[in-house]
């Protein structure tokens, strides 16, 4: 069993020297469609690290984006099977898939959001299945392979709830927390409350 812990972008260097891969730790994002033809940038930082995200409105209720994180990149799709342009309540699905530091994965969204004038709570829950890549570790006299990590797959899910706050129609700012869990015996986590903050513009 792998066992995770969290503490603030320490998670970057439990990542890198346990061999363990994790997908996007970062959301920021309602289950509200930017809407047809429009461009939304957004861009900020937390316990997790960086992220940097784009989305863009294909149709009014479907949305394509690419999404950067200190642990992982990797695009992602979201239909809004209720759509609250205006207001009110909003429900999407997404999936996304991508590279990680050690490996690679992918995962589905289940969205949900309430515009009430200038605040937007929402609330998701992520379920990720990682792929980490095979490791070679060398004698640092010789260089000759001591052992080789085979790759391993494993589950988890996030729970994710934020708010974003309207400053005008065009900016908003987005505050965020969220937690990981273990799905099966195949890897736990603790000390994993991750907060950040992010602002974002809506354009076309």
């Not at 908003?172 to 994993?192: C, I, P």
Request: glycine share 14%; proline share 2%.
């Amino acid at each position: 069993m792998k066992k995770f812990g969290f503490v603030g972008v320490l998670a970057l260097a439990m990542v890198l020297t346990s061999g363990c891969a994790v997908g996007p730790l970062v959301q920021h994002e309602t289950a509200r469609s930017v809407g047809e033809g429009q461009h939304e940038l957004v861009g900020g930082y937390g316990q997790a690290g960086i992220v940097a995200k784009w989305s863009y409105g294909i149709t009014e209720n479907f949305d394509f984006g690419m999404q950067y994180e200190s642990l992982s990149f990797g695009v992602r799709g979201k239909y809004s099977i209720i759509n609250g342009k205006s207001g009110g309540f909003s429900l999407a699905g997404a999936f996304g898939a991508g590279s990680s530091v050690g490996g690679n994965h992918m995962y589905l969204d289940i969205m949900t959001s309430y515009l009430a004038g200038t605040f937007e709570p929402y609330a998701t829950a992520r379920f990720v299945q990682v792929s980490t890549d095979p490791a070679d570790f060398r004698n640092t006299d010789t260089g000759e392979v001591a052992f080789t990590v085979q790759s391993a797959n494993y589950n988890y899910g996030q729970a994710i709830v934020g708010t974003r706050i309207w400053m005008s129609p065009n900016w908003l700012l987005s505050l965020e927390a969220s937690s990981l869990f273990g799905l099966g015996n195949s890897v736990s986590f603790s000390s994993n409350v991750l907060v950040g903050a992010a602002l974002g513009y809506r354009f076309n």
